[in-house]
T-cell receptor
Framework: DAGVIQSPRHEVTEMGQEVTLRCKPISGHDYLFWYRQTMMRGLELLIYFNNNVPIDDSGMPEDRFSAKMPNASFSTLKIQPSEPRDSAVYFC???????????FGQGTRLTVV | AQSVTQLGSHVSVSEGALVLLRCNYSSSVPPYLFWYVQYPNQGLQLLLKYTSAATLVKGINGFEAEFKKSETSFHLTKPSAHMSDAAEYFCAASSASKIIFGSGTRLSIRP
């Protein structure tokens, strides 16, 4: 398996624009997580899915953020409209079952100018 | 609420010296515990995990960690540091719901 695949690796966008981050989890993994990493706040869990269903989105910072998982092999994290304070590295991770290790993608570095 | 505390945001050791990175967890139920490593511009990679089998857990690259319930600790050690160990290390805990990460410790290795 190629591991968790995220795209794009880098994204630079202007404030107010819509941004969509994409993730392909490892095949067969039932859990998918979206994390945000910044110097100030470290690694924050934004939302996680179990079998394509959102279970906990309490970490989503604002209504500008939304995440979907239309099928077992694809998830998106959307920010609309984007703001400079959204600049961060966004990681997607997947795991086979809860309480096992999560496998991380390479991340998407988002810069909002 | 469950939390993970890593003492020391930055640790610097000499090449060949002992590496000790500290992690304490706060949970009423012993959780599953993990150590991850992050190299620059990379995602997190699992170093080792504790899942209530053996209290001393061996991982990749010569690292190991010991689970001590009485101290609620899961410190990471390596007997002899190598230059390639320079990275950021994250302790994490999982208990029934989500995985919570500590704030990370940046390990620097002096030649």
């Amino acid at each position: 398996d190629a591991g968790v695949i995220q795209s794009p690796r880098h994204e630079v966008t202007e404030m107010g624009q819509e941004v969509t981050l994409r993730c392909k989890p490892i095949s067969g993994h039932d859990y998918l997580f979206w994390y945000r990493q910044t110097m100030m706040r470290g690694l924050e869990l934004l939302i996680y899915f179990n079998n394509n269903v959102p279970i906990d989105d309490s970490g989503m910072p604002e209504d500008r953020f939304s995440a979907k998982m239309p099928n077992a092999s694809f998830s998106t994290l959307k920010i609309q409209p984007s703001e400079p304070r959204d600049s961060a590295v966004y990681f997607c991770a997947s795991s086979l079952i809860m309480n096992t290790e999560a496998f991380f993608g390479q991340g998407t570095r988002l810069t909002v100018v | 609420a469950q939390s993970v505390t890593q003492l020391g945001s930055h640790v610097s050791v000499s090449e060949g010296a002992l590496v000790l990175l500290r992690c304490n967890y706060s949970s009423s139920v012993p959780p599953y515990l993990f150590w991850y490593v992050q190299y620059p511009n990379q995602g997190l990679q699992l170093l080792l995990k504790y899942t209530s089998a053996a209290t001393l857990v061996k991982g990749i690259n010569g690292f190991e960690a010991e689970f001590k319930k009485s101290e609620t600790s899961f410190h990471l050690t390596k007997p002899s540091a190598h230059m390639s160990d320079a990275a950021e290390y994250f302790c994490a805990a999982s208990s029934a719901s989500k995985i919570i990460f500590g704030s990370g410790t940046r390990l620097s290795i002096r030649p």
